[in-house]
Structure formats: C-alpha cells, structure tokens
C-alpha cells in the first residue's frame, strides 16, 4: 500500500458518518537529486510548479479542515495508470507503422512519408485514449482512498 501525507479541505457530515475532501501536494524526488540543476526533468518540475491531488474518503471518525492525515491507497490503481499512459500511445504507434508499412503504402505506391504520418496520428489518437482511459481510473481511484491515521494539525 502506498501512503501520503493529507491535508483535511472540507468535511460533511452524514447520517453515518463524514465525507473528507483532501488535498494533498504532488512529491517529486528532484528537491532531493544531486543533479537537478542540470537535469532536464528537474528544470520542468520547477517550472512547471507543485500539483495539488483532491481525493475524497468517507469515514466513522471526526476530522477538522487544516488537520493533517496519513491516506493509504493500493498500488493497482497507479500500476494500471502507468501501464495505460505508456502502453496505449506506444502500441498506436506499432499498429500505425504496421498498417502503413503492410498495407497502406504499397496499396497507394508511397514510400516512407505515409508510414511516419500514419504512425504519428495512430500515436496521437494513443495519447487521447491513454488520458481518456488514465482519468477514469483517477477518478476511480480517488474513491479507493483510505484513512490510515490522524497525525494532527499543521506546523504554523
């Protein structure tokens, strides 16, 4: 199980119990590199800024907006997250060069050209699939969220 520090946005009671609406800052391991001055990836996640992650829980035990907890959620959602954003636009790109290359070019007589364009817009219809299919999974997994503990209010 994968955990998180949280801080507590909003909270609603129910007849059964709270609904928590969380917030919780998105941890990158740049701050922590020996190389993040000269790193590509460690120049965007600086420019680019800190994501906020919303997640939603319903619990049995009183919570304050401000408090900080520790959430839990399992790994199978984020291994299904990151197979689909690497896998569906890679396997696009396969099927286009494939179709292309077998039946596409030599059916119209063309040569290279066609095979990288159509390789290209397969890859780009992967890439809207992948965001279409990972938001979904997103949204599903941030109802799978679970309160691990209560760790208090936060350091002013």
Known sequence: MMTALATVSAVTQKSSGYDVELSC????????????????????????????LHWQLFT?????????????????????????????????LIAGAALAHLWIAPWL?????VVILLSALFAAGGIALAKRLAG?????????????????????
């Open 109 to 113: 007589g063309l040569g290279e050209g």
């Open 136 to 156: 979904r999974i997103e949204r599903q997994s941030s109802q799978q969220v679970i309160l691990l503990r209560v760790l208090g209010e936060p350091i002013q």
């Open 25 to 52: 800052e998105q941890q990158t391991s740049c701050s922590s590199c020996s190389s993040q001055k000269s790193c590509g990836t460690g120049i965007v996640s600086k420019a680019v800024g800190k994501k906020i």
């Open 60 to 92: 049995q035990q009183a919570l304050s907006v401000g408090q900080v907890v520790e959430i839990g959620m399992a790994e199978k959602s984020l291994l299904q997250s990151a197979a689909i954003v690497y896998l569906t636009p890679l396997f696009a």
